[in-house]
């Protein structure tokens, strides 16, 4: 087994794991690639990729945004992690990862932040006025201009360039209002991700209008996000909508605490 930096032609050798994850985002993957090489690790076996972690750094963090490795070769995670963390420069790292899985990072001193839901909307019918003067409200015209704002209150750091640009694809979906942006994308044919949803304190009939815009844009395929499970309110509008929970994940970070406003943050 070759364990190392992930080679240009990745996608040639990733089949495996795009079969064995419904929900593997392999453009997020291309685009982390395409911006922080050096934080893109692969784990080879017979010329194919059986895992892979990859991160983006922001201006005071690095995000591990891509963990994914084949059951059969579940260890090897730990080797993957020790490669990012030895060339993270001694940043400060944190990562959203499935619960039964963060002993893997609790090995280096990782600590749980907070624990997320994945919500996953099937596609069940959801009966909501969806009107013109809505779709105006929502139509994502200041989308720049409010997503830089507020995306800074909530996560105090500099993510301007991933917002703008990294975390945005051909696919992309960007609504918001003057308290609040959502973004989300194609993840493959059947799932859409939401990712980043964020909103000011007590912008919660904004919130909703966002929400229900996404639905009727996107309603049609399964839609996913990952949101705090500590956070009642955003928890309830999900489940207002016919969101399921499924599977619990930890926040977890090496060095300085994010200082993230959860209340605010309606899908990472």
Same mark, same amino acid.
């Given at each position: 087994m070759f364990v190392g930096y992930l080679r240009n032609d990745f996608e040639e050798d990733i089949q495996d794991i795009l079969n064995s994850d419904k929900l593997f985002e392999l453009e997020l993957l291309k685009q982390t690639y395409k911006a922080y090489p050096q934080y893109c690790f692969g784990a080879y076996e017979d010329g194919k990729v059986v895992g892979v972690v990859s991160?983006?750094?922001?201006?005071?963090?690095?995000?591990?945004?891509?963990?994914?490795?084949?059951?059969?070769y579940e260890d090897v995670l730990t080797r993957l992690f020790k490669l990012l963390i030895q060339n993270a420069s001694s940043m400060n790292i944190f990562i959203l990862i499935e619960f039964d899985k963060k002993h893997y990072v609790e090995a280096f001193n990782f600590k749980e932040h907070s624990l997320f839901i994945r919500f996953m909307h099937s596609?069940?019918? =959801?009966?909501?006025?969806?009107?013109?003067? *809505?779709?105006?409200?929502?139509?994502?015209?200041?989308?720049?201009?409010?997503?830089?704002?507020?995306?800074?209150?909530?996560?105090m750091d500099d993510r301007e360039e991933y917002i703008k640009n990294d975390c945005t694809f051909s696919n992309s979906l960007k609504l918001?209002?003057?308290?609040?942006?959502?973004?989300?994308? =194609?993840?493959?044919?059947?799932?859409?991700? *939401?990712s980043p949803w964020l909103m000011q304190s007590e912008s919660?009939?904004?919130?909703?209008?966002?929400?229900?815009? =996404?639905?009727?844009?996107?309603?049609?395929?399964? *839609?996913f996000a990952y949101a705090p499970k500590g956070v009642k309110e955003i928890c309830e509008l999900y489940e207002s909508y016919k969101f399921k929970k499924e599977g619990t994940f930890a926040l977890m970070y090496l060095g300085e605490k994010p200082d993230l406003k959860l209340e605010n943050l309606y899908a990472i």
């Open positions: 991160a983006y750094e922001f201006g005071k963090h690095i995000f591990i945004n891509v963990v994914k490795v084949m059951k059969a596609g069940e019918a =959801v009966p909501f006025n969806f009107s013109n003067s *809505i779709a105006k409200q929502v139509s994502g015209e200041d989308y720049e201009k409010v997503s830089k704002r507020i995306d800074k209150e909530v996560f918001s209002t003057q308290t609040g942006f959502l973004h989300s994308y =194609v993840v493959n044919k059947r799932h859409i991700k *939401i919660y009939l904004d919130a909703e209008k966002l929400l229900r815009g =996404v639905l009727y844009y996107r309603g049609l395929k399964k *839609i």
